[in-house]
């Protein structure tokens, strides 16, 4: 069965980085702009990881957390960010909540995108 990864990113150019990182790889890669879109999507679908945005109009990428949480306790969250400083103090609470996720520093190359799944994905 394929593997599934949703991305969830309000910049158009970092969905489209993820997809191209992951094209030749066997899994298949959904892709969400806003916190509120994938939120809908993971309630709708299973996915194997979950990349996400902190810093996103509407909702940000820690309440979108909580969200999936929700529903979906184990699958694997990265949160993707260069203003994880600017969130720490959400974070923390997160954390703090028993809420699981790793954080990866934008910007992010397709070589670190790859590891990552691959780690994630296949051990």
Do not use: C, W
């Amino acid at each position: 069965m394929t593997k599934r990864i949703l991305v969830i990113d309000d910049d158009l150019a970092i969905r489209k980085a993820f997809v191209l990182a992951l094209d030749d790889m066997p899994y298949q890669v959904d892709t969400a702009e806003s916190g509120e879109k994938g939120i809908e999507m993971a309630e709708k679908d299973k996915y194997d990881l979950v990349f996400l945005d902190l810093k996103m109009p509407g909702i940000n990428g820690v309440e979108t957390l909580r969200e999936i949480r929700k529903t979906e306790k184990n699958v694997p969250v990265y949160i993707v960010t260069a203003f994880h400083k600017e969130f720490f103090d959400k974070l923390k609470d997160a954390a703090e909540d028993g809420i699981d996720f790793e954080l990866l520093s934008k910007p992010i190359g397709i070589e670190q995108i790859v590891l990552v799944t691959r780690s994630v994905l296949e051990g």
